[in-house]
């Protein structure tokens, strides 16, 4: 069965400091990875996807994560945090065929400090 | 392009009361999802829409929760009666197609509480 597992439920860092939120799955194909972002009192909003071919993959506001099948990992980073990414990042997995659902992480809510 | 669309925001009621919550999905979208988001946790999926048929519906509590997409565009979510484990963020979620490495475009969500 598919699972996700997200390591730190808080991640604190400093103001232009190097972001990393890790994300490792369980699944027993190849499989389609996602990470969204929800800003206080919004709804998700997606960052990046992996789905097929190139496994470094870029996203909105200078997000990037990595597919390492061999570690089944998609950790996201970011070089330099921002004031404004301070929210909560979730981490998806997904399955090709038909009608496979996302399973969620339970986050990691990332603090930007001045 | 409008976002999805939800209403109420925020909903406070009493035990074993009902609530209904709405979603207009993303124009042209024919998949609607629902989850539920209890604080400190992933969303869970509740009920999954392809046009006004059910795809699934397999986490949804039918004994208390209950979801129609009758002309396919927007979705209605009812709890009655409610309990207080059903105080959460419920989330409408909308993509073009059905297929899994889809985005799903989400509503800011419907907070509930219930006392």
């Known amino acids: 069965a598919q699972s996700v597992t997200q390591l730190g439920s808080h991640v604190s860092v400093s103001e232009g400091a190097l972001v990393l939120l890790r994300c490792n799955y369980s699944s027993s194909v190849p499989p389609y990875l996602f990470w969204y972002v929800q800003y206080p009192n919004q709804g998700l909003q997606l960052l990046l996807k992996?789905?097929?071919?190139a496994t470094l993959v870029k996203g909105i506001n200078g997000f990037e994560a990595e597919f390492k099948k061999s570690e089944t990992s998609f950790h996201l980073t970011k070089p330099s945090a921002h004031m404004s990414d301070a929210a909560e990042y979730f981490c998806a997995v997904s399955e090709a065929g038909n009608n496979r659902k996302l399973i969620w992480g339970l986050g990691t809510s990332l603090a930007v400090n001045p | 392009e409008a976002g999805v669309a939800q209403s109420p925001r925020y909903k406070i009621i009493e035990k074993r009361q009902s609530v209904a919550f709405w979603c207009n999905p993303i124009s042209g979208h024919a998949t609607l999802y629902w989850y539920q988001q209890i604080l400190g946790q992933g969303p869970k999926l509740l009920i999954q829409?392809?046009?006004?048929?059910?795809?699934?519906d397999s986490q949804l509590p039918k004994d208390r929760f209950s979801a129609e997409r009758l002309k396919g565009v927007d979705s209605t979510l009812k709890i009655q009666p409610a309990k207080l484990e059903d105080s959460a963020v419920y989330l409408c979620?909308?993509?073009?197609?059905?297929?899994?490495?889809?985005?799903?475009?989400f509503g800011p969500g419907t907070r509930l509480l219930v006392l």
């Open positions: 979620a909308s993509s073009s197609r059905v297929t899994p490495q889809e985005t799903q475009y």
């Open positions: 992996y789905t097929t071919g």
């Open positions: 829409f392809q046009n006004n048929g059910v795809v699934d």
